[in-house]
């Protein structure tokens, strides 16, 4: 059983910051499905969209400095543990370097340190969006969490990534081929190095390039972290039938807009909306052979 002091230090922080105006928490409606056995997780935007989730670039750095408002607690003398300013899930987390980090660099092993010392007292879903294209909204380096009790759903695709890491070759599916999944190391001491060699592995096997060898990955792709496994996910683009698609996509959960096809989603399901965001077999295929 976890401690969850961050968590609860979240929760507090968060009931001041809405109070304050430091965060905006996004007004949605959750659509009821009828099935049993859907993979996915559909809300309504009522309020306004988020300049965050239109605009990109390095004019305005929200995290150089972070507003103190927003601080949840340093992790460590590297990475703090702030609020997300517009949340559809209140107390959703950003872990965020302390200094400039390109978001789109890549990842070192004090990075994965910072989110298994979060992780040992706070856990859920964790993600990360390498670029725009992956779907990200700010070009300094962060990690997003969202909380999840110990016998609460990580995300609505969590057994089929789960059936994807023992099962690969046998799954059916129309983005498989852009993903690459590991199991994480259970021993407490050896978390953080094995969550940085499977993320080095599979830079390598899908095509991203070698650390060390080359400045920056040569593709946009998306991380999920639960406590059973970590998966990386190439990218080409970040927008599909009028949703905007980061790594919460692939976990099950889909923000629609006025501009989102939703009843494509609804009759089709995911994986075709997620398609088309995907990084190309054929090409994949290619790039592995440069």
Request: overall charge positive; hydrophobic content about 35%; proline content about 4%.
């Amino acid at each position: 059983m976890k401690k969850e002091l961050i968590w609860s230090k979240a929760l507090e922080t968060s009931r001041k910051a809405v109070n304050s105006g430091a965060v905006i928490p996004l007004d949605t409606i959750k659509y009821k499905n009828n099935h049993d056995n859907c993979d996915y997780e559909l809300r309504f935007l009522n309020s306004p969209i988020p300049k965050y989730l239109i605009e990109y670039g390095p004019k305005n750095n929200p995290f150089i400095p972070w507003d103190s408002r927003l601080e949840i607690q340093p992790i460590n003398d590297k990475h703090t543990l702030i609020l997300n300013k517009y949340p559809v899930q209140i107390g959703h987390m950003l872990l965020i370097t302390n200094i400039w980090k390109a978001q789109n660099g890549w990842l070192n092993i004090d990075d994965f340190r910072a989110i298994v010392d979060v992780d040992n007292d706070t856990t859920g879903l964790w993600f990360f969006n390498s670029s725009k294209e992956a779907g990200a909204s700010q070009p300094h380096r962060h990690f997003q969490l969202l909380r999840r009790h110990t016998n609460e759903s990580i995300c609505p695709r969590y057994k089929w990534f789960c059936s994807l890491l023992n099962n690969k070759n046998n799954i059916n599916s129309l983005i498989s081929h852009c993903i690459s999944i590991k199991a994480r190391v259970k021993d407490i001491n050896s978390q953080a190095n094995g969550l940085y060699k499977s993320y080095k592995s599979m830079a390598v096997s899908m095509g991203l390039g070698e650390i060390g060898k080359i400045n920056k990955p040569r593709k946009a792709y998306n991380l999920l972290i639960t406590s059973e496994w970590i998966a990386l996910i190439t990218r080409e683009k970040d927008i599909s039938n009028g949703f905007s698609i980061n790594a919460l996509g692939f976990a099950g959960y889909f923000l629609g807009t006025k501009k989102s096809n939703i009843n494509y989603l609804i009759k089709f399901g995911p994986e075709e909306i997620l398609k088309d965001v995907v990084e190309k077999l054929d090409k994949r295929e290619a790039n592995l052979q440069y």
